[in-house]
């Protein structure tokens, strides 16, 4: 399968799951997005890396890589290899003794030894299909929407529009909901919106 290169585009915190981020990766040559929640300890290992900052002690992840270029070994890239029941899947390829190999990782990790590493970061198309968010105008952008995101959750909203609509209209309104959440970079929102429109589509 043709992979599609990533990068990172900015780190968010939840408003969901406290302690929680949303890490948002983009197309390299394209306009979808690819929100991942991740912890607060990857996060900041992600955002250390990416601001040039340096602990004073080295970092899990610091270790990681001294440890692998001691040995040398050497990463390749980082893929995001696959999407199961709303978790996300990746690998590290490597190069050990000049022998390719690939060790499952989560995410999270992943990426923040990438990043150290300065690897690039890839996916393939039916993950992006599946999970990535489209950034464009809305469609109808004199719809008004009135969702507040402080006074209820996603599947209140899932319940709320399926007692008084019909599913056409509730994927309508979802779909609303989403542009929103994009237009105002609100990626964690818009990812379990996307998650609820997919469920949705698939009933």
Do not use: C, W
């Not at 270790?63 to 199961?84: G, K, P, T, Y």
């Not at 022998?99 to 690897?119: F, N």
């Not at 995101?149 to 509730?170: F, G, L, N, Y």
């Amino acid at each position: 399968m043709e992979k599609i290169q990533l990068e990172i585009l900015g780190l968010s915190s939840s408003q969901a799951q406290i302690g929680s981020f949303a890490l948002v990766l983009g197309e390299k040559e394209g306009d979808r997005r690819l929100p991942i929640i991740i912890g607060g300890f990857e996060a900041q290992a992600i955002a250390l890396e990416i601001e040039n900052i340096k602990p004073n002690r080295p970092m899990t992840h610091d270790l990681i890589i001294s440890i692998a270029r001691e040995f040398e070994i050497n990463l390749q890239e980082v893929v995001i290899s696959d999407l199961r029941e709303g978790v996300f899947y990746s690998r590290l390829v490597m190069y050990i003794n000049e022998e390719l190999h690939e060790i499952d990782a989560r995410p999270s990790d992943a990426i923040a030894i990438a990043v150290r590493y300065r690897a690039p970061i890839f996916t393939y198309e039916h993950i992006l299909n599946e999970a990535g968010i489209v950034i464009k105008e809305s469609d109808n952008p004199d719809v008004p929407i009135t969702y507040e995101a402080d006074e209820q959750t996603e599947p209140e909203v899932e319940e709320k529009t399926k007692a008084k609509s019909p599913k056409s209209q509730q994927i309508k309104k979802i779909n609303q909901l989403m542009e929103e959440a994009i237009q105002n970079e609100d990626y964690e929102r818009a990812a379990k919106l996307r998650d609820e429109l997919q469920k949705l589509e698939n009933s």
